[in-house]
């Protein structure tokens, strides 16, 4: 299977977001993707655009999956870290242009390159919605380089900001390279399923970090 281009526009999490219907549950009071009439599930978006985002990473040589030996007598889970494997020509602002400075930035003593630990850096914060926080990430680097407008709209006296393509948005959305990502995630799922738990453990682990602690009175 050849490499995705880091050279394309758009990153890969990101035309997963722009697509996220082929890529999350829909839901009635889910995210609803810019253009497109449609809801889905915060979590599961937020989720599959940065697992996308991982996958073409290590397709590109951007990044290397590193997966521990079993160890013990009946031999344990097997650990995923991630190196640096280069730097890639991601836009700039995305989750994958931070991800070698991420990765350099917890490789050193005491400190895990693994997927927990960089998705919570990328989030960056404490907060009660951190799915929510990383689709805002992704909409605002989207509309930073053009390719997301805000729209306000009137309801009752609040005014109600969404988002919907640019011209160019929807030329790039379109694009061959969501073909790609579908079949590296297929190939993923069927060749290396173990990978594609740990990764998805990772992510889901990574976002629950950035949860607030709840204190008991």
Request: with cysteine; glycine share 8%; net charge neutral.
């Amino acid at each position: 299977m050849s490499p995705i281009d880091s050279n394309y526009p758009l990153a890969p999490s990101e035309v997963v977001y722009l697509n996220g219907e082929q890529f999350a549950k829909k839901g009635r009071l889910g995210h609803q993707i810019p253009s497109k009439d449609i809801k889905v599930n915060i979590i599961h978006l937020a989720h599959a655009a940065l697992l996308a985002g991982f996958l073409a990473a290590e397709s590109a040589g951007v990044i290397k999956f590193e997966l521990s030996e079993k160890g013990g007598f009946l031999g344990g889970a097997r650990k995923l870290t991630i190196a640096a494997t280069g730097v890639g020509a991601y836009p700039s602002g995305t989750f994958e242009s931070q991800l070698a400075d991420i990765i350099n930035r917890l490789d050193r003593p005491l400190r895990s390159r693994s997927v927990r630990q960089i998705v919570a850096m990328w989030i960056g914060r404490t907060t009660s919605m951190p799915a929510s926080f990383a689709l805002e990430k992704i909409q605002r680097s989207l509309e930073a380089r053009g390719i997301l407008q805000a729209v306000g709209e009137k309801k009752f006296i609040f005014t109600v900001v969404h988002y919907e393509l640019t011209d160019e948005g929807y030329r790039l959305r379109d694009g061959a390279l969501l073909s790609e990502l579908q079949a590296i995630l297929n190939a993923c799922e069927t060749e290396r399923p173990e990978l594609l738990k740990s990764l998805r453990h990772g992510i889901r682990a990574g976002f629950d970090d950035c949860e607030p602690e709840d204190i008991d009175d």
